[in-house]
């Protein structure tokens, strides 16, 4: 039915001469067909949306001051249950259509490539399905793409790679399927990209690490494989580096917090990493969370006490080796802020130091089973009283445990 009233909006657009009335009738018409096409509106906005009061001071509804246009649709938040009418199109001088976190289903209309203007699309958090309309890189001028937490699927288009201007592309949790296209590596301006929960597949490609403007890259939970190419590894404004529950090798660079100096969240777990953890890592003094849990790392944990920010620490489920000196522990001591600390399953041995009882009173998890640690647990240990959850089976453990530990509320 909606998809008839385009087409009699079509006629009527080309037919009438383009008077500022006739424009105006179309974008009434326009607006009246995408509210047509919302089935469940709970908090009833879409009442207003009637001649009572000129479009432009409908609810969700902005226009050009000067022209009267419609600039922009904003509807955020609101449940509501219905789809996208492809008669948005006729909204012309649209920049930005904002639906996120809605019950949106169906297609993501095809029509909306003839948006030439569109600067922001946020779809996020609906239920829209199908594939990315084919030409979306028509709207040449996008700047935000949010499509996040939908049900779509296919491909991503390399075409999408001409988009100059984007700032912002976020296509995760949804179904997309194949490879990350090359192409995205053109897009210069890119400041973030999130991929993440998808099922994409093959090596991430070299040329991401052209995106010398990149802060925030989340890939995580896809089936990426091969080794991270060691270009992104070089994109020194990276602020959040993500690449968990992937099938990714090779070892993490020693030099990666030189060329990373404002990396503040790295999450490498759930891989196939294999050999040491650089030492160097203990410069990249603005990390917050540090996650190289579940992976096949090797050798000894380096002392990360200049890490005064770091909140997460997860090295857990590796191969690592203490050869019986644990004063790494003693050097954490300083990160004051620390509230997570997993180091189980590894080959860790040794005797916890009595410096344990310094650590950050924030310490919230503390995982060290499942590892060859022996001696006594310190009596300090019960100073830790913000723990929740404290891990120390399956080791060595010889003494009685300390009655400090009824200190943990
Ligand atoms: C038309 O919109 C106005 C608000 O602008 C509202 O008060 C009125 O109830 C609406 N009329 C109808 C018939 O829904
Ligand atoms: C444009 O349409 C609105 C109804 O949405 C009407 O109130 C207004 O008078 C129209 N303006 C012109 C110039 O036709
Ligand atoms: C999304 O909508 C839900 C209700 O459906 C609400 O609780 C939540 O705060 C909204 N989130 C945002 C970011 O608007
Ligand atoms: C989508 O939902 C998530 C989780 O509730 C929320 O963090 C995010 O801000 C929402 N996005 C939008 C565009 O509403
Ligand atoms: C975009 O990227 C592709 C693949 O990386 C490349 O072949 C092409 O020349 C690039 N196009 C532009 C306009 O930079
Ligand atoms: C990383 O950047 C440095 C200098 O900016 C350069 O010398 C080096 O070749 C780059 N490495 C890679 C793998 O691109
Ligand atoms: C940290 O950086 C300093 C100076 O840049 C360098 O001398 C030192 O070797 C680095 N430490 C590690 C563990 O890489
Ligand atoms: C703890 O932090 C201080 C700076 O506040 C630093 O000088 C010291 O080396 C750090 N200790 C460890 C073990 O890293
Ligand atoms: C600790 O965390 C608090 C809030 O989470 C923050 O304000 C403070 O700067 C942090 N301190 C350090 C040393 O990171
Ligand atoms: C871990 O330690 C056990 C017991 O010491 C040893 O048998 C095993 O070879 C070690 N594994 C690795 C990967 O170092
Ligand atoms: C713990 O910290 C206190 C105060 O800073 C210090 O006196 C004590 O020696 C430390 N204990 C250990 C075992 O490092």
Redesign the pocket.
């Known amino acids: 039915m909606s998809n008839l009233l385009c087409f009699s909006l079509f006629l009527f657009s080309i037919l009438s001469a383009a008077t500022s009335r006739s424009i105006n009738e179309t974008e009434t018409q326009a607006l009246l067909a995408i509210k047509a096409r919302i089935l469940i509106d709970p908090y009833e906005v879409f009442v207003s949306w009637n001649g009572s009061r000129h479009f432009c001071d409908w609810p969700g509804v902005t226009c050009g001051r000067r022209h009267r246009r419609v600039t922009a649709l904003r509807l955020?938040?609101l449940?509501l249950v219905g789809d996208l009418s492809p008669c948005i199109a006729y909204l012309t001088f649209l920049k930005v259509i904002n639906v996120g976190?809605n019950s949106f289903r169906g297609p993501i209309p095809l029509e909306v490539t003839q948006l030439h203007r569109l600067e922001e699309l946020v779809l996020a958090?609906n239920s829209f399905h199908g594939e990315l309309p084919r030409h979306l890189a028509r709207c040449s001028n996008l700047k935000f793409v949010n499509l996040n937490g939908n049900a779509l699927g296919g491909e991503i288009h390399a075409e999408l790679g001409s988009l100059s201007k984007l700032r912002m592309l976020q296509l995760a949790m949804n179904n997309f399927i194949g490879t990350i296209p090359p192409s995205i590596g053109n897009i210069s301006s890119l400041q973030y990209l999130s991929l993440m929960q998808n099922q994409l597949e093959g090596r991430i490609p070299i040329e991401l690490g052209h995106l010398s403007n990149l802060r925030f890259l989340q890939l995580a939970s896809n089936k990426f494989s091969g080794t991270v190419p060691k270009e992104l590894y070089n994109i020194s404004s990276i602020f959040s580096f993500g690449l968990a529950d992937n099938q990714l090798q090779g070892q993490v660079p020693p030099y990666i917090s030189l060329s990373l100096p404002n990396l503040r969240f790295i999450y490498l777990g759930k891989n196939k990493f294999s050999g040491p953890i650089p030492t160097s890592i203990a410069n990249a003094t603005g990390l917050i969370q540090l996650d190289m849990g579940s992976n096949e790392l090797s050798g000894p944990i380096p002392n990360l006490g200049s890490l005064q920010n770091l909140q997460a620490l997860n090295f857990g489920d590796n191969f690592l080796d203490s050869s019986n000196d644990l004063s790494f522990l003693s050097s954490l001591t300083n990160c004051t802020n620390l509230s997570l600390l997993w180091l189980y399953k590894n080959n860790l041995t040794g005797v916890l130091p009595d410096s344990i009882g310094n650590l950050s009173t924030n310490l919230n998890q503390f995982r060290i089973e499942t590892n060859f640690i022996s001696g006594a647990i310190p009596k300090g240990i019960g100073n830790l009283a913000g723990l929740e959850y404290l891990g120390l089976f399956e080791n060595m453990f010889t003494s009685t445990i300390p009655d400090s530990i009824g200190k943990m509320s």
């Open positions: 955020p938040s449940n976190n958090n």
